[in-house]
């Protein structure tokens, strides 16, 4: 794909929360030209003032759109992905990649044979206090990782940003499992490598998700789940790495403490935050052939599903 010199030109497929972040994000940069969108219901495009499709294969197929940002519920992934891919354009998803495992494979494997960018949107992937952690690991300051605990608290879930999208307290595609350990899930295997679900267990009844536990590995690395949902507590959200020489807390998705065996202290982040516009322009660096390590790929999207999926086995 050559898009050298000009915008990359942009379709999006979902405009919900995270589809209509990505077109104000897109068009906060000269690196993107939103051409068309598309949702199942056709309001959703009035307010953003851009050109509507009749249906996701006008955008799929479409001649003058380079690459497509998918927002729609995981479910629903696969086949425009697919169908994108073998239309030779780039695609950005949102996670999780998918929710049966074969879908992912699938979209794996036409992205391969296609050689598309294919990038998967994980809000923790390029945020200042992820990268600070990563270079305190390669610099030897964390000495032996000893062990991960990630804590979850929702007072109530569905989430209020998310109450009008009815999926997302569903068992089928749902669950804080699927929408935000995932995001965990992701960081600990970009920074320890691939995780094996050892022991894991969640609570679902008919309602949806209440209790999630359980026990990952990252190597010979523990990583220890807690999560909780309808509980009466503040929304909260904790990743801890645990080193022989100093300790790293990333509490409430932006602010990192650590501790040297004292108390926990804040760590004072430099540079730029890790938005929706920047993980755009990493991937406009990837159709342009470029590897971002701060852009996740398809392949972890499909290591972070095969673990979020054994809580639901």
Same mark, same amino acid.
């Given at each position: 794909?050559?898009?050298?010199?000009?915008?990359?030109?942009?379709?999006?497929?979902?405009?919900?929360?995270?589809?209509?972040?990505?077109?104000?994000?897109?068009?906060?940069t000269?690196?993107?030209?939103?051409?068309?969108?598309?949702?199942?219901?056709?309001?959703?495009?009035?307010?953003?003032?851009?050109?509507?499709?009749?249906?996701?294969?006008?955008?799929? @197929?479409? #001649?003058?759109?380079? $690459? %497509?940002? &998918? =927002?729609?519920?995981?479910?629903?992934?696969?086949?425009p +992905?697919?169908? !994108?891919?073998?239309?030779?354009?780039?695609?950005?998803?949102?996670?999780?990649?998918?929710?049966?495992l074969?879908?992912?494979?699938?979209?794996?494997?036409?992205?391969? @044979?296609? #050689?598309?960018?294919? $990038? %998967?949107? &994980? =809000?923790?992937?390029?945020?200042?206090?992820?990268?600070? +952690?990563?270079r !305190?690991?390669?610099?030897?300051?964390?000495?032996?990782?000893?062990?991960?605990?990630?804590?979850?608290?929702?007072?109530?879930?569905?989430?209020?940003?998310?109450?009008?999208?009815?999926?997302?307290?569903?068992?089928?595609?749902?669950g804080?499992?699927?929408?935000?350990?995932?995001?965990? +899930?992701?960081?600990?295997?970009?920074?320890?490598?691939?995780?094996?679900?050892?022991?894991?267990?969640?609570?679902?009844?008919?309602?949806?998700e209440?209790?999630?536990?359980?026990l990952?590995?990252?190597g010979?690395?523990?990583?220890?789940?807690?999560?909780?949902?309808?509980?009466?507590?503040?929304?909260?959200y904790?990743?801890?790495?645990?080193?022989?020489?100093?300790?790293?807390?990333?509490?409430?998705?932006?602010?990192?403490?650590?501790?040297?065996?004292?108390?926990?202290?804040?760590?004072?982040?430099?540079?730029?935050?890790?938005?929706?516009?920047?993980?755009?322009?990493?991937?406009?660096?990837?159709?342009?052939?470029?590897h971002?390590?701060?852009?996740?790929?398809?392949?972890?999207?499909l290591?972070?599903?095969?673990?979020?999926?054994?809580?639901?086995?």
């Open positions: 794909m050559e898009t050298s010199g000009q915008p990359i030109r942009l379709g999006v497929v979902g405009l919900g929360v995270m589809g209509t972040a990505m077109v104000a994000a897109a068009r906060s000269d690196e993107f030209e939103v051409v068309r969108v598309f949702d199942v219901n056709p309001e959703a495009a009035g307010r953003l003032g851009v050109p509507f499709a009749a249906d996701v294969r006008e955008i799929v @197929e479409a #001649g003058d759109i380079d $690459a %497509v940002y &998918f =927002a729609t519920p995981p479910k629903f992934h696969a086949e +992905v697919i169908a !994108a891919i073998r239309a030779g354009k780039a695609v950005f998803c949102e996670k999780p990649l998918a929710i049966s074969d879908d992912g494979r699938r979209m794996i494997e036409a992205a391969g @044979e296609r #050689g598309v960018a294919a $990038a %998967v949107n &994980f =809000a923790l992937s390029n945020r200042d206090a992820v990268l600070e +952690v990563e !305190a690991l390669a610099d030897g300051e964390v000495g032996e990782v000893r062990g991960v605990d990630v804590r979850l608290h929702f007072p109530r879930w569905p989430r209020d940003f998310q109450s009008t999208a009815t999926w997302v307290a569903g068992k089928e595609q749902g804080f499992v699927r929408e935000v350990l995932s995001h965990f +899930v992701y960081v600990t295997d970009r920074l320890l490598g691939p995780l094996e679900a050892v022991d894991v267990s969640l609570d679902a009844p008919e309602d949806g209440v209790a999630a536990r359980g990952l590995r990252a010979e690395v523990p990583v220890h789940v807690s999560g909780f949902a309808g509980i009466a507590a503040p929304e909260l904790e990743w801890i790495l645990w080193g022989t020489r100093r300790s790293y807390l990333l509490r409430n998705w932006a602010q990192l403490f650590e501790s040297d065996g004292g108390e926990w202290t804040p760590v004072k982040l430099s540079g730029p935050r890790g938005s929706e516009a920047e993980r755009l322009s990493l991937f406009a660096e990837a159709i342009r052939g470029k971002p390590r701060a852009l996740a790929d398809f392949a972890s999207g290591r972070v599903q095969e673990v979020i999926e054994a809580f639901h086995r």
